[in-house]
């Protein structure tokens, strides 16, 4: 980065040039790689192991245990931050709209982030941050479980609401989609597996900083 002045060549302060930086690897570290494996949730948290404390954070603040919410980024995802529906293209070579406007991790649409953002505010939350996502989905599934009466333990369910949105799901349009039923039934399978996996390595990722202690992060 240059600017040029009367004759010369000025170059910034090289402070300023660590701040740039500093700010476009926060632009660009928000969408982690994803894990080679996504099938094992163990394998999952060790590659990302805050994966686990904001999962847990969410299940604590929403009720949505957190296996269910990571089938949900499974399904959507497979856990990329910058998954999009795939461009559809004009002749060949024409970019067209994709057909929605759903983005990361939890595929959320626009509408839906607005609303959530206009619920719990933060002006610098991003659906290519996993903290954030998963806290979307406990509070969309917290509205599911508020409105519709649907279980914060019922993975199928709630992933139908997910998908076809609350006034979707109360209009049972979902009953006339086999294909959206099975792959509910999947989520829920996804869900049950995560789980049974946890159980056998989750106490590897409790008190595992230098501030928590046996018994305040059971």
Same mark, same amino acid.
């Given at each position: 980065?240059?600017?040029? !002045?009367?004759?010369?060549?000025?170059?910034?302060?090289?402070?300023? =040039?660590?701040?740039?930086?500093?700010?476009?690897?926060?632009?660009?570290?928000?969408?982690?790689?994803?894990?080679?494996? !996504?099938?094992?949730?163990?394998?999952?948290?060790?590659?990302?192991?805050?994966?686990?404390?904001?999962?847990?954070?969410?299940?604590?603040?929403?009720? !949505?245990?957190?296996?269910?919410?990571?089938?949900?980024?499974?399904?959507?995802?497979?856990?990329?931050?910058?998954?999009?529906?795939?461009?559809?293209?004009?002749?060949?070579?024409?970019?067209?709209?994709?057909?929605?406007?759903?983005?990361?991790?939890?595929?959320?649409?626009?509408?839906?982030?607005?609303?959530?953002?206009?619920?719990?505010?933060?002006?610098?939350?991003?659906?290519?941050?996993?903290?954030?996502?998963?806290?979307?989905?406990?509070?969309?599934?917290?509205?599911?479980?508020?409105?519709?009466?649907?279980?914060?333990?019922?993975?199928?369910?709630?992933?139908?609401?997910?998908?076809?949105?609350?006034?979707?799901?109360?209009?049972?349009?979902?009953?006339?989609?086999?294909?959206?039923?099975?792959?509910?039934?999947?989520?829920?399978?996804?869900?049950?597996?995560?789980?049974?996996?946890?159980?056998? =390595?989750?106490?590897?990722?409790? =008190?595992?900083?230098?501030?928590?202690?046996?018994?305040? =992060?059971?």
């Amino acid at each position: 980065m240059e600017y040029e !002045t009367s004759r010369r060549i000025f170059y910034p302060p090289i402070k300023y =040039c660590f701040i740039i930086l500093f700010l476009l690897s926060l632009l660009t570290g928000c969408a982690s790689t994803p894990p080679a494996s !996504t099938a094992n949730l163990c394998v999952i948290f060790e590659k990302q192991p805050e994966w686990y404390d904001y999962a847990k954070e969410s299940e604590k603040k929403w009720g !949505t245990p957190t296996p269910i919410l990571m089938a949900f980024i499974h399904r959507e995802s497979s856990f990329r931050g910058d998954a999009r529906p795939p461009r559809r293209w004009f002749l060949g070579f024409i970019p067209l709209p994709r057909s929605s406007s759903a983005y990361g991790y939890g595929q959320i649409q626009d509408p839906a982030w607005e609303d959530y953002l206009g619920a719990n505010g933060g002006w610098f939350k991003s659906r290519a941050d996993m903290e954030d996502v998963l806290d979307f989905i406990g509070w969309y599934n917290h509205i599911s479980a508020r409105r519709l009466g649907i279980s914060k333990r019922n993975p199928e369910h709630l992933y139908l609401a997910y998908h076809e949105g609350h006034r979707g799901y109360q209009r049972g349009a979902w009953r006339r989609k086999p294909h959206l039923r099975r792959v509910a039934k999947r989520v829920a399978r996804q869900a049950r597996m995560y789980g049974s996996q946890l159980k056998s =390595c989750e106490d590897r990722f409790k =008190c595992r900083k230098f501030y928590q202690f046996w018994p305040f =992060c059971r």
